[in-house]
């Protein structure tokens, strides 16, 4: 039997409990404060999914900082007894996913790395326009794919960007206006 989803609190503690630093703590904490608005405006959103979703979406990182995060993370969430729906938003949110050329490139154990549930796709953007603990607007992260040569990985990332801007009925870079660069968080 799989237990409920976290709160907010649980969530902090969980990612501690696994070894997350506190500079990850704060960057997941920076990313709920971005879904938690992403949110606001989208209807037909599990807000409790995806409000532990991106709280949790980095647990990986307590082990390894490398793109092996997300699929780590994962197998975390799941040992840990959480829904599944969880794991596998942890599992695809790194940039807008990753396609089958990436995972073979990457060397990461085979499966669906790209987000297709709302829930998915939101924690994943919400990273987007998200960096270390300060909301930018999501060319930071397009630049930041195309500087690696991720020509594939920008495009997805401006497509789930302005996908998600269409539901939320503004481009989503105004969030940086809306909630401050740097939103009042619980992680302490
Ligand atoms: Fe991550």
């Not at 989503?172 to 809306?178: C, R, S, T």
């Amino acid at each position: 039997m799989s237990r409920d989803l976290p709160d907010e609190a649980e969530c902090i503690g969980m990612l501690y409990d696994a070894g997350c630093k506190r500079r990850v703590v704060v960057h997941c904490c920076t990313v709920k404060a971005v879904a938690e608005e992403i949110i606001r405006n989208i209807k037909g959103a599990d807000g409790r999914l995806v409000l532990a979703g991106a709280m949790l979406h980095d647990i990986g990182r307590s082990v390894d900082n490398s793109i092996m995060h997300a699929s780590i993370g994962s197998d975390i969430i799941r040992k840990l007894g959480l829904p599944a729906a969880l794991s596998e938003i942890v599992r695809k949110h790194t940039g807008a996913g990753l396609d089958d050329d990436d995972v073979r490139e990457f060397g990461l154990p085979p499966g669906d790395y790209i987000p297709r549930t709302l829930e998915e796709k939101i924690v994943a953007h919400a990273d987007n326009l998200v960096s270390d603990d300060r909301v930018v607007g999501h060319m930071h992260s397009v630049e930041k794919l195309r500087a690696k040569g991720a020509v594939r990985g920008a495009e997805r990332v401006e497509r789930l960007h302005w996908e998600l801007s269409g539901l939320y009925g503004m481009d989503l870079d105004v969030i940086q206006d809306i909630i401050g660069e740097h939103p009042r968080i619980a992680a302490s």
